[in-house]
Each structure stands twice: as structure tokens, then as C-alpha cells.
């Protein structure tokens, strides 16, 4: 059984920094995919980073760019994502995912493409 856990959500004022961290246990770690995404209320879930667990090549959305780092650690199983300089816009439910489906979706930052799916973890930026 394949499981997520996600940690190091919390509550920032603009500008401040957090570390996610995604636990996996249960799933074939390496030649695959492992993502975060993130859902605000009233929104869609949308790709922030993947990681080809196999290669190390890494995609970002723009929202990203240039201050969130997505790491993985394959001895631990874990899958990382700091996030510096954060915008109130950032705050939204952060998901650990795994398990793609090439050809499902539109990419890797497309969530339709992933069977596994962690619980989340709140992320809140004030201004």
C-alpha cells in the first residue's frame, strides 16, 4: 500500500521561507515521477514542481520559479520543496504525489497523471 505523508506546512508573513517534506513508503521510488502540487480555495490543483526520481531532471511552473527548489533523497524515499521569498498568493493546500501516468493529462504538472496522493499540509502567507 503506498502511502504520502506531507509535513512543514505552516503559517509566514510575505517573505518568509518553509520546507515541505513528503514521506513515501510502500512505492517503487526510482524511474518515476514524484510532484508537489497545490490546491487554494475555490481553485483547481495545480503543478508546482516534479522530479524525475530516476534521472533527477526537474519541471517547474512559473508560479515557482526562482524560489521553490523541489530535492528528493532516494535512500530515505523522501521528496523535499523549500520555498523562499513566499507571496501571500502561495498559500493554498500543499500535495505530495507519485505514481505517473505518462499521456494521461497534459504533462508531469498535470494532476490527472498521478495514481498516489499524500493528505497535504496548510500553507499560509500573510502580508
Known amino acids: 500500500q503506498v502511502q504520502l505523508v506531507e509535513s512543514g506546512g505552516g503559517s509566514v508573513q510575505a517573505g518568509g521561507s518553509l520546507r515541505l517534506s513528503c514521506a513515501a513508503s510502500g512505492y517503487t521510488y526510482s524511474n518515476n515521477f514524484m510532484a508537489w502540487f497545490r490546491q487554494a480555495p475555490g481553485k483547481e490543483r495545480e503543478g508546482v514542481a516534479v522530479v524525475d526520481t530516476g534521472g533527477g531532471g526537474t519541471i517547474y511552473a512559473n508560479s515557482g520559479k526562482g524560489r521553490f527548489t523541489i530535492s528528493q533523497d532516494n535512500p530515505k524515499k523522501a521528496l523535499y520543496l523549500p520555498m523562499n521569498s513566499l507571496k501571500p498568493e502561495d498559500t493554498a493546500m500543499y500535495y505530495c504525489?507519485?505514481?505517473?501516468?505518462?499521456?494521461?493529462?497534459?504533462?508531469?504538472?498535470?494532476?490527472?497523471?498521478?495514481?498516489?496522493w499524500g493528505q497535504g499540509t496548510q500553507v499560509t502567507v500573510s502580508s
Open positions: 504525489a507519485a505514481g505517473r501516468r505518462p499521456g494521461d493529462g497534459r504533462g508531469p504538472l498535470d494532476p490527472i497523471e498521478y495514481n498516489y
